[in-house]
């Protein structure tokens, strides 16, 4: 609360010099301590120094209880905030890419669980994989063949009969991709 000259002049001149004395030092106090907590947000922006800071600290008083830095309280929840939106943005964009491949293999939202029984059954830790494998089967199962990459080189091991589970078509299909080297370097 701050005394205007008006009120001040209405004062006895011992009471108006007191309120000037305490006006300065309230001033210096402020100053002084602007100062500190400029001193404390540099010591408290270097990890290393503020390490240092505390232990001397605490060197001298075991007991007190040094307060966060401020600047870490302001940066830290944004910081959390961030890193949940990063892992958001990641969650939002495999669905997408898995469900653009389950698009592609023709498999239903309805299927996805069959899918998962795959990936446990089979121990299948790729879920692009899983859906493959899954869509070769459920389309052996009705008598037609899945390309897992329009028509590429390797569609033709999904129409073998004796595929039982993942390790078996990636051996053949090594199998396919050897034989056409081989006849490529002819």
């Given at each position: 609360?701050?005394?205007?000259?008006?009120?001040l002049?209405?004062?006895?001149?011992?009471?108006?010099?007191?309120?000037?004395?305490?006006?300065?030092?309230?001033?210096?106090?402020?100053?002084?301590?602007?100062?500190?907590?400029?001193f404390?947000?540099k010591?408290y922006?270097?990890p290393?120094v503020?390490?240092?800071?505390?232990?001397?600290?605490?060197?001298?008083?075991?007991?007190?209880?040094?307060?966060?830095?401020?600047?870490?309280?302001y940066?830290?929840?944004?910081?959390?905030?961030?890193?949940e939106f990063k892992?958001?943005?990641?969650?939002?964009?495999?669905?997408a890419?898995?469900?653009?491949?389950a698009?592609?293999?023709?498999?239903?939202?309805e299927?996805?669980?069959?899918?998962?029984?795959?990936?446990?059954?089979?121990k299948?830790?790729?879920?692009?994989?899983?859906?493959?494998?899954?869509?070769?089967?459920?389309?052996?199962?009705?008598?037609?063949?899945?390309?897992?990459?329009?028509?590429?080189?390797?569609?033709?091991?999904?129409?073998?009969?004796?595929?039982?589970?993942?390790?078996?078509?990636?051996?053949?299909?090594?199998?396919?991709i050897?034989?056409?080297?081989?006849?490529?370097?002819?």
């Amino acid at each position: 609360m701050q005394i205007t000259q008006e009120e001040l002049g209405l004062l006895d001149l011992e009471t108006q010099q007191k309120i000037l004395a305490m006006t300065q030092e309230y001033e210096q106090a402020s100053k002084v301590k602007n100062e500190l907590q400029d001193f404390m947000n540099k010591i408290y922006a270097n990890p290393q120094v503020k390490q240092q800071f505390e232990q001397v600290v605490k060197q001298v008083d075991p007991n007190i209880q040094l307060p966060q830095n401020p600047v870490e309280n302001y940066i830290n929840p944004i910081k959390k905030e961030f890193e949940e939106f990063k892992q958001e943005q990641a969650k939002k964009e495999l669905k997408a890419k898995l469900e653009a491949k389950a698009r592609q293999l023709g498999i239903s939202p309805e299927e996805y669980t069959k899918v998962d029984e795959i990936m446990v059954q089979k121990k299948i830790l790729d879920m692009e994989a899983a859906m493959e494998y899954y869509a070769a089967i459920r389309d052996k199962s009705r008598g037609l063949t899945t390309s897992v990459a329009d028509n590429d080189i390797l569609s033709s091991v999904s129409k073998q009969a004796e595929i039982y589970d993942l390790n078996t078509a990636k051996q053949k299909a090594m199998e396919k991709i050897r034989y056409l080297q081989n006849v490529e370097m002819r």
